[in-house]
């Protein structure tokens, strides 16, 4: 990764790679959305906009020079140009919640971390915009730990972010934490939340001797997800106006995981141009966001010049794409921001109902604030009728591994029918 050359080794808090199994689970019943009341659809449109700022690297404003930029672009060109380019992404795209996802500062670069954040996030702090926060591998690296990175953020004004679920007592990292956006006001949905967002800290390094490299998400933070969204479920799926499937989820995090190199050109929207500088090791957090059935979505940063969308398995990994200006990028290549808006359905009632479709694109910082790549993510009655159409062709595609299995082995009834099940299991596993 073109990263690795100024970066340095850092030791954060030990893992608690056991800590699912002393989780306080009595500590959840008020965790899930007490956060984010405030979050709604906007009643005029049944829209709600999102915007994700990746890998700002802010140090010490104006004295920070920018990297990777045009030689033209040299003189002058600061940490202020990604400020510049914060106020014009707010003022253009008037987004209902702002998301950073880590990496806010570069520590080595910034002389007071908290100075360095201060300026950072002005820009969402002056507009009044709700924003939230999460830490990447460079937060602490300045005058704060990682704890003491998201405290401070948590103080600053208009933000919804947390430094941990409220109650939860055991939980790896900093910056765990979920908000409910509610539906329209007046409407059937104005108590339920009918889009979950969902924060993680996926960590700076590894600290276990063995393993190289970046760090992952812990098994107490994955207990606490699926905690979280099977309350949630829950809550969506009973009365009032009972649903009968979860409301969609996003998560958020900096460090992009394993299964983001399960892509090539063909299948994804968007460019890579950098490896995927994902942990070494894989600690299942994938397949547990697929068991939980409600995300839809995954965004992260870390790889800034990485900026495409790729579907695995019904949810959507997508980079946003490096915005800050002293961070690394490719010289002639746009900073870029991406932008998501879920979009209610009408009732028959000319009412607004549950979210029916998410879209993204991505602006980049040149004269026109250029929109590229607008693509659907997720929409609810294509992705049904797409679900029961793959049911019924993985069905079909078992059935036809089962016989020619049978067929193929001279004395095929003895064959053991768990062996015919594990060998169906691969097959559908390996055309997903």
């Known amino acids: 990764m073109m990263e690795e050359r100024r970066k340095k080794m850092s030791i954060g808090a030990p893992g608690l790679l056991a800590a699912a199994a002393v989780l306080c689970l009595s500590s959840l019943a008020g965790a899930a959305g007490e956060a984010g009341a405030g979050l709604r659809f906007r009643v005029t449109s049944g829209e709600f906009k999102i915007l994700q700022v990746a890998d700002m690297h802010y140090a010490d404003g104006r004295t920070t020079p920018c990297e990777d930029v045009l030689p033209s672009q040299v003189a002058g060109c600061s940490d202020l140009n990604t400020t510049a380019f914060i106020h014009r992404m ?7 919640l702002v998301v950073f996802t880590g ?9 007071d971390a908290a100075k360095s954040m201060d300026a950072a996030f002005s820009p969402a702090i002056s507009s009044g915009v709700p924003w939230a926060a999460v830490l990447g591998n460079h ?3 300045s005058t704060l730990s990682r704890e003491g990175v998201m405290k401070h953020i948590v103080s600053l004004k208009h933000t919804l972010s947390q430094v941990n679920p409220p109650g939860v007592h055991v939980i790896d990292g900093f910056g765990n934490y979920n908000l409910e ?9 104005e108590n339920k939340s009918v889009l979950n967002l969902y924060f993680l800290d996926s960590g700076d390094y590894s600290t276990v001797p063995s393993i190289l490299g970046y760090d992952w998400i812990k098994p107490s933070q994955q207990f606490w997800f699926q905690r979280t969204s099977m309350k949630l479920q829950r809550a969506y799926m009973s009365n009032p ?10 998560v958020y995090f ?18 890579k141009q950098e490896g995927i500088s994902s942990a070494s090791v894989n600690s299942g957090f994938f397949a547990t966001m697929v068991e939980a059935g409600d995300i839809k979505a995954v965004f992260t940063g870390h790889d800034h010049i990485n900026d495409f969308c790729g579907e695995l398995t019904g949810i959507e990994l997508c980079y946003a794409g490096g915005f800050g200006y002293h961070a690394y990028g490719k010289a002639g290549w746009a900073r870029r921001a991406r932008v998501v808006v879920a979009t209610l359905e009408k009732t028959d009632k000319a009412s607004w109902g549950p979210v029916k479709s998410i879209k993204t694109w991505k602006r980049l910082d040149d004269p026109y604030l250029t929109a590229i790549d607008g693509q659907v993510l997720w929409s609810k009655s294509t992705k049904e009728s797409e679900s029961a159409t793959i049911k019924i062709k993985k069905t079909r595609r078992e059935q036809k591994e089962f016989w020619t299995a049978r067929r193929s082995t001279s004395n095929y009834q003895k064959v053991p029918l768990s062996l015919s099940h594990t060998h169906m299991h691969a097959c559908a596993h390996r055309h997903t």
């Open 254 to 271: 900096h460090i992009p995981l394993p299964e983001f190199a399960s892509f090539d050109s063909s299948n994804f929207t968007g460019v």
């Open 139 to 141: 937060d602490q690296e």
């Open 181 to 189: 956006v509610h539906g329209v006001e007046g409407s059937g949905f």
């Open 241 to 250: 106006v009972a649903q009968k499937a979860p409301a969609p989820g996003l």
């Open 90 to 96: 707010i003022q253009a795209e008037k987004p209902d």
């Open 103 to 111: 990496d806010n500062i570069f520590g080595f670069d910034a002389t």
